[in-house]
């Protein structure tokens, strides 16, 4: 409101944008997302991380997937730009948990137009930092083999397989 009483509706004296989470219409309403684009919103960086619902909730990223499409469909509407930031390589991660996020690429690349883009420009390999609740917990999570951050086993995928999955 401040930003628009300063410049008016959809100004063009700055843009700005932000991260943000998948969120359903309940929590975030179409109205805000319109408000904000009139103040001159223009991207939103949101952490999807995968594609599969139960790996977002083993990283505590518990929003659904109904949740993500409405946050794509609501950006699409109103013309802000999406950078879903992807995580390829959960410890817990299984090849269909996998596929399950190379599903919501597929899905999901079809929401870019001429007039937006929804593309993963930040996808990286899982590594493990101090003080992650995975790395106090590598039990629960099947990590094993550590030789450095980057470099790990778990039950379902390895190094190599991450970087398979990456590609």
């Not at 790996?55 to 993500?68: A, G, I, P, Q």
Request: hydrophobic share 35%; glycine share 4%; charged share 25%.
């Amino acid at each position: 409101h401040n930003i628009i009483n300063k410049f008016g509706k959809n100004h063009n004296k700055f843009w700005w944008g932000g991260q943000a989470i998948a969120t359903s219409e309940k929590h975030i309403p179409r109205q805000a997302y319109k408000l904000a684009v009139q103040a001159g919103l223009k991207y939103l960086i949101v952490g999807v991380e995968s594609g599969s619902k139960k790996v977002r909730w083993e990283m505590n990223k518990k929003f659904y997937d109904v949740d993500l499409y409405y946050t794509l469909s609501i950006c699409r509407k109103y013309k802000i730009n999406i950078v879903p930031l992807m995580i390829i390589g959960f410890p817990t991660e299984t090849e269909s948990d996998f596929q399950k996020t190379l599903d919501f690429l597929e899905l999901y690349k079809n929401f870019s137009n001429k007039q937006i883009s929804i593309k993963p420009f930040n996808t990286s390999l899982m590594s493990l930092g101090p003080n992650m609740e995975i790395t106090i917990n590598l039990d629960k999570y099947t990590i094993k083999n550590i030789k450095n951050n980057w470099n790990w086993n778990s039950n379902y995928h390895d190094l190599n397989e991450r970087i398979q999955r990456l590609y």
